[in-house]
């Protein structure tokens, strides 16, 4: 037993995986479709004026948000979790039934709560905070889904071999805590059918806060909703993916630490910066932006130390694209946290708020360093989970041109549409009246909105090639059974 | 120290969850209070106004307008005055939004009427050309939930004191009472009474049938609701 290497038990792995995939086309599609709306509002009734409730924007808006964040990201996380997390800490989960029977439920938990959500959103049940739209019994649903995984956390710590846990780790670790306080203190709300006495919707709650506490919680949320869904998991997966991919060593432990620590102290106090010129107190605006520019350093240490491993191997950037997937997302990373403390910063903001510059930031980030990550994982994964070779290595190249256009479509266009109509907004002419009325600077953003959806459409043509890709994998011919060491094997 | 944590999950998730709960115990502990007190003037919404502010949240109204007017020249020109913290004071939800596809809402109902936003509703692009704001048809034919916006306003006067049935004082030195209905069936009564005011001013017949029959479609509660947005 000790003699050869162990073997891991990825079926978990591959529930997540490929119910990931499936959900990132769901989500990039309805943000495909939601482009083509601003740009085309004819595309609202696309399945006639019977189901336009169902197919406007505004009831489509949250299903993207929470299909991509909570659907297509986490899934994926939790398929590298139950990778990278036995790997690491040199178990397999086979060897606890304990362990398989929580995986599995954890799975099966959140493949049900995934359709109730899609339904509860499209009949318009939400409570309108952003990233936290749920209504009550979905919170509780996802509080349950989301300790089964903490209680597969712990519990494969608990029968480890290796005794030090990997940086990976740190990472999971940290996002399981921290989105467990986030989620549990955003959703204080109290159920009103209950607290009536059995009147109208049983569904229904209403907030623990009012007005301006209740968006000072909900922005301590959102942020790091994001940081802690979107980022450090996935730092969590570069900082095993990369060394693996490339056969080199990480750089710098200690810039890891700095990072690391640096994020989990930095990263909390940020939240204030969705505020500025709010009505929340000045001083914690000042705080949010203060700490917003702090926030460059710990996020460009995970990020220069993870180009620096590539030291000496930069030919592989060359030669693979399943390493260009992953240094592109890191470089993605570094730009897309410079570019938040940019609009943190107050008087920038003043003109970037409320405008398609933040969006195009989000989506920077979302599309260039989430799904590159995302992606470069799964094209990790998929031949040490089937056995097989990747199906098509000019396939995946074609794919990484082609959504990487899509990125710079994405956010050059709305970096253009943001300042344009910040800058149009605050116009004043020579006698000091509003040189522009308000849907001045909604015709001109026309082009851009335009430019945009192609963007997206690229984005989503390149994942639906990653799926074909993925799909032949599991039905192309096997590889020996031998471990798979460094590179993924490719077919041409 | 960092490598005796690396080898001690449990105290390693302690340090973690001390270090990331800090923020939030400084930037939003100590405000809580102060921030919750209503400006003079500021009222609970009624019945119907609930129900139009639930049909705006059902149908994300906040994705595409904010309701925070910020201190710039540009916005209280456009907008009116800035926002104040106690004009929240009874927004559970706050719906500031985050984006502004089409322009803010805090003060809505003091430049535009009820036929405006009925005929900005059904068609957005014959009242503003150019716009690409959907539009929401099924707003009137769905019925509006008056039950559920009562059970809300029963819950926030018994958990957080929402001052229903007493006086409040105005800026103008008087006061002015918001009513609740003590049970469903007088709040059902209030709101439709309600519903006829703006019904009075609209020129879909069907609407003005169906609230002549007691039934109240979600336009009519969400035009109430931006009526009352000052």
Redesign the interface.
């Known amino acids: 037993m000790e003699d050869r290497p162990l073997e891991y038990d990825y079926s978990v792995t591959r529930l997540f995986l490929i119910f990931a995939i499936f959900l990132g086309i769901t989500g990039m599609l309805v943000g495909v479709l939601l482009a083509w ?2 740009a085309y ?1 004819g595309v ?2 696309f399945l006639g ?1 019977g189901l ?2 169902y197919t ?4 489509l ?2 299903l993207h948000t929470n299909a991509i964040i909570y659907g297509f990201v986490l899934s994926s996380v939790w398929a590298s979790w139950y990778y990278v997390g036995q790997r690491v800490l040199k178990v397999s989960m086979a060897e606890s039934k304990t362990l398989m029977i929580l995986g599995k439920v954890h799975f099966w938990l959140y493949f049900g709560a995934a359709f109730v959500i899609v339904v509860s959103l499209l009949a ?7 990233y936290s739209e749920f209504e009550w019994p979905l919170d509780l649903g996802i509080t349950v889904i989301w300790l089964l995984w903490g209680c597969g956390i ?1 519990g494969l ?1 608990a029968i480890r071999r290796e ?3 990997y940086i990976s780790i ?1 990472y999971y ?2 996002t399981f ?2 989105v467990a ?1 986030l989620h549990l ?1 955003n959703n204080l709300e ?1 159920p ?2 209950f ?3 059995g ?3 049983w569904y ?1 709650s ?2 623990m ?10 922005w ?1 949320f959102g942020h790091n909703a994001v940081a802690f869904v979107l980022t450090t998991p996935i730092i969590a997966m570069i900082y095993y993916f990369l060394p693996k991919e490339s056969g080199q060593a990480i750089y710098s432990y200690k810039l890891s ?1 700095l990072s690391f ?1 640096g994020l ?2 930095v ?3 940020a ?2 910066h ?1 505020l500025l ?5 000045d001083w ?1 605006q000042t ?1 949010g932006s203060v ?1 917003s520019v702090i926030l460059i350093l710990p996020s460009w240490g995970s990020a220069i130390n993870m180009l620096l491993t590539m030291k000496g191997e930069w030919q592989q950037v060359a030669a693979s694209p399943l390493i260009k997937f992953m240094i592109l997302g890191s470089t993605f990373y570094m730009f897309s946290t410079l570019e938040g403390p940019i609009q943190a910063i107050k008087s920038v903001n ?1 003109i970037a ?4 510059w ?2 195009g930031h989000v989506h920077d980030g979302a599309l260039g360093w989430v799904g590159f990550m995302v992606i470069a994982a799964i094209y990790h994964m998929a031949p040490r989970l089937f056995k097989r070779e990747i199906y098509s290595k000019s396939l995946m190249a074609t794919q990484f041109w082609i959504q990487t256009l899509g990125i710079v479509l994405y956010f050059t266009s709305m970096w253009i549409a943001g300042i344009t109509q910040g800058m149009m ?4 002419d020579q006698f000091g ?2 040189a522009y009325s ?2 001045d600077t ?2 001109v953003l026309h082009p851009y909105y335009t430019i945009r959806a192609v963007g997206g459409t690229l984005y989503l043509i390149g994942f639906i090639m990653f799926a074909y890709n993925i799909y032949k994998t599991t039905t192309a011919r096997p590889v020996e059974e031998s471990e798979l060491q460094n590179a993924s094997p490719m077919g041409a | 120290m ?2 005796w944590l ?2 001690n ?1 449990f105290a ?2 302690v340090v ?2 001390v ?6 115990l400084v ?2 502990v100590p ?2 209070a102060q ?2 007190r209503p400006v003079i003037g500021t009222t609970p919404y009624t019945t119907l106004e609930l129900a139009g502010r ?1 049909v705006y ?8 307008h ?1 309701q ?1 007017i ?6 209280t ?2 907008y009116g005055h800035y ?3 106690g ?17 803010d809402l805090m003060r809505v109902g003091n430049y535009r009427t009820t036929d405006w936003h009925e005929n900005h509703m059904k068609d957005p ?1 014959s009242v ?11 707003m009137f034919t ?1 019925e509006a ?1 008056i ?6 306003q ?3 006067a ?3 004191g929402v001052p229903y049935n007493e006086p409040i004082p105005m800026k103008d030195g008087s006061t002015k009472i918001i009513k609740m209905g003590s049970d ?1 069936a007088e709040a059902r009564a209030m709101a439709l009474a309600e519903a006829k005011l703006i019904a009075q001013d609209m020129k879909d017949q069907d609407v003005k049938d169906a609230v002549a029959n007691g039934k109240i479609p979600e336009i009519v509660a969400i035009i109430a609701y931006m009526n009352g947005l000052h």
């Open positions: 709306q601003m509002p609202n009734t004026e336009a409730e406007n924007f505004s009831r808006r949250p318009g049940v939400t409570t309108s905070k952003e712990a710590i005794k030090t846990l740190w670790i940290a805590l921290a306080m203190f109290i009103t059918y607290a009536s006495g009147v109208g919707a229904h209403v907030s806060y009012a007005g301006t506490n209740d968006a000072l919680v909900q301590w630490l620590w989990m102290f990263y909390l106090w939240g204030g969705h010129y709010s009505t929340v107190p914690v705080m700490f003043a708020h409320f405008t398609d933040i969006v907004w605050r116009a004043h009246n509003l308000f849907i909604v015709t | 960092f490598h690396e080898k999950p390693f998730a973690v969850i270090t990331i709960a800090f923020a939030g930037e939003i405000h809580f921030q919750a639930h949240i059902k149908n994300s109204c906040n994705a595409c904010s925070l910020r201190p710039f020249k540009s916005e020109d456009r926002s104040l913290s004009e929240y004071a009874y927004d559970r939800p706050f719906l500031w939004g985050s984006k502004r596809t089409g322009p692009a503003v050309p150019g716009s690409i704001m959907p539009a929401y048809t099924w769905n939930d039950d559920t916006a009562y059970a809300e029963v819950t926030v018994d958990f957080f469903v």
